[in-house]
């Protein structure tokens, strides 16, 4: 197998995670320090740590989250911000986000210590749906709509085609989903200000066919079998 890969089953780090601590010097075999994250390794002969610490799998936990606003969607912040990581914290294993929302942005947050699982979900490669529910400045247009849909430009390149649909228009300010496969950084507030619509207010509701339904702001849910099931299949399909 693979390191990287064993490293992302074992819940240490998502592949390119993984990729970090091998140049950083964390990861040894048998002792010795590693600089190839591919090289091959036997999970069942070999000595494999990371920061001197034996590796070894541990049971797959799969949550998620409904973010608040106001939270780094990271395990630590060195200027000692408030970070998800206290939001899980009574969970006995070590989870991570798969993927980002801004600080500013709520909604769902997928976490697991499941590294492959991670891998296929926010590779861009895999398009991975995501829909968002925003309210912006002003009325908006069809016209404007029919630019998110067909894909707006931004500093750093043409959106992809997405899937969006007015939900309302209340006074001075319009709630409008949006549902794409990319990982811009704050990709739908560039969008929406790039068709003249700031957003006030921006929420993911649905990652990868899980749904946040009525969980509320902080607290957080294992899946369910079927949910993990659906996840694993998503994933297989992704690599074929």
């Known amino acids: ?8 089953l074992c819940g240490v780090a998502s592949r390119r995670a993984a990729e970090t601590l091998v140049a950083e010097g964390r990861v040894t075999v048998n002792g010795y320090a590693v600089s190839n994250v591919r090289r091959g390794v036997d999970p069942e002969a ?3 740590r990371v920061d001197g610490k034996r590796v070894e ?3 797959k936990v799969y949550i998620v989250l409904n973010k608040p606003t106001g939270y780094l ?6 200027h000692d911000r408030r970070t998800v990581s206290e939001l899980v914290a009574e969970i006995p294993q070590r989870v991570f986000p798969v993927g980002r929302l801004d600080m500013d942005t709520h909604g769902l947050l997928l976490m697991t210590n499941d590294g492959e699982l991670t891998y296929h979900l926010t590779h861009p490669k895999f398009e991975i749906s995501k ?3 925003a309210v912006v400045e002003g009325i908006v247009s069809e016209e404007a709509l029919d630019r998110l849909r067909s894909g ?13 649909r007015l939900i309302s228009r209340r006074g001075s300010e319009s709630a409008i989903e949006i549902i794409i496969a990319e990982g811009k ?3 739908v507030r560039r969008m929406c200000s790039a068709v003249g619509h700031e957003v006030v ?4 509701v649905a990652m990868a066919g899980l749904a946040l339904d009525d969980l509320p702001a902080g607290t957080w849910r294992y899946l369910s079998a079927e949910e993990i099931s659906r996840l694993r299949q998503l994933s297989t399909d992704a690599e074929q």
């Open 1 to 8: 197998m693979r390191l990287h890969k064993y490293l992302a």
């Open 201 to 204: 207010e921006l929420k993911r």
């Open 152 to 164: 707006v430009q931004l500093s750093d390149g043409v959106t992809s085609p997405a899937q969006v």
């Open 73 to 78: 969607t990271t395990m630590s912040d060195p």
């Open 131 to 133: 829909t968002y529910h």
């Open 46 to 48: 070999d000595d494999i």
């Open 57 to 59: 799998p541990e049971e």
């Open 185 to 187: 950084k704050r990709q």
